[in-house]
Nanobody, 125 residues
Framework: QVHLVESGGGSVQAGGSLRLSCAAS????????MGWFRQYPGKEREGVAHICPGGLSTYYADSVKGRFTISQDNAKNTLYLQMDSLKPEDTAMYYCAVRVASGGRWNTPDNFGYWGQGTQVTVSS
């Protein structure tokens, strides 16, 4: 059974950094593309970053380009999201997910079949 656990969220001041981790079990994540999404209260989840095995097909939302970096450690079966120069508008619940659909857009939640429980990121001004 696939199980994803996010960690690393917290509260930080604007301009600060956080690194989110997503520990995976129940499958070998180096064979699957994965993504990070975030969700604002009352809004749908939006894609933040995406990566495929070998670092291929790496994509970012325009709002985080140059500030966030997605990476993966195959030995630890863990996905990361390094977030630098954080802004108050980055405040959201962040989720990692496994892509199960090969077609479609990288940032469409329906293309992902397994999700973690989320970790809250709060950035104060």
């Amino acid at each position: 059974q696939v199980h994803l656990v996010e960690s690393g969220g917290g509260s930080v001041q604007a301009g600060g950094s956080l690194r989110l981790s997503c520990a995976a079990s129940g499958y070998t994540h180096r064979y699957y593309c994965m993504g990070w999404f975030r969700q604002y209260p009352g809004k749908e989840r939006e894609g933040v970053a995406h990566i495929c095995p070998g670092g291929l097909s790496t994509y970012y939302a325009d709002s985080v380009k140059g500030r966030f970096t997605i990476s993966q450690d195959n030995a630890k079966n863990t996905l990361y999201l390094q977030m630098d120069s954080l802004k108050p508008e980055d405040t959201a619940m962040y989720y990692c997910a496994v892509r199960v659909a090969s077609g479609g857009r990288w940032n469409t939640p329906d293309n992902f079949g397994y999700w973690g429980q989320g970790t809250q990121v709060t950035v104060s001004s």
